[in-house]
């Protein structure tokens, strides 16, 4: 965290920070358990090396994205060994929607697609959080503040 401080702005704070849902990789652990089955059944013990692999890599995927939300704007932060920021401030925003599948309802997990008026298709997407609902809140909640100090 202490990265992302270094990029804020004097008077800008962190809010909260949500990170992707594991229940979003479920293929990864599912295939890591049936390759555990095999390994029972067959004693084939380099399998293991396998299910390690698929296990480490979910949760690599899982770890590399993370979303700050401060008071100025939303900072999303890519990457394990080198990193990316991409930020959006709530001025710019537009319209935001909130995206769940079947399996999303019933975890309550969605995507959160923000759209900064530059293009027909939404720019920036946080995709599979807990709770969408609350998020997209807080952010309208940011887009009216901002529209009210601009007046």
């Known amino acids: 965290?202490?990265?992302?401080?270094?990029?804020?702005?004097?008077?800008?704070?962190?809010?909260?920070?949500?990170?992707?849902?594991?229940?979003?990789?479920?293929?990864?652990?599912?295939?890591?358990?049936?390759?555990?089955?095999?390994?029972?059944?067959?004693?084939?013990?380099?399998?293991?090396?396998?299910?390690?692999?698929?296990?480490?890599?979910?949760?690599?995927?899982?770890?590399?994205?993370?979303?700050?939300?401060?008071?100025?704007?939303?900072?999303?932060e890519n990457g394990l060994f080198s990193k990316r920021w991409v930020h959006v401030p709530y001025g710019k925003i537009t319209d935001v929607e909130v995206d769940k599948d079947f399996l999303g309802r019933i975890l309550d997990i969605g995507t959160i697609e923000i759209d900064t008026g530059g293009t027909e298709k939404f720019e920036e997407a946080i995709e599979s959080v807990r709770n969408p609902e609350m998020i997209e809140k807080f952010i309208q909640a940011r887009i009216s503040e901002n529209i009210s100090m601009r007046r």
């Open 1 to 76: 965290m202490t990265e992302i401080t270094e990029t804020l702005g004097p008077d800008e704070k962190i809010e909260f920070c949500v990170n992707t849902s594991r229940l979003t990789q479920p293929f990864y652990y599912v295939a890591a358990f049936i390759i555990f089955l095999f390994v029972l059944l067959t004693r084939m013990w380099f399998a293991l090396i396998i299910m390690a692999g698929l296990v480490a890599y979910g949760e690599i995927m899982v770890s590399q994205k993370k979303y700050y939300f401060t008071n100025q704007r939303i900072i999303q």
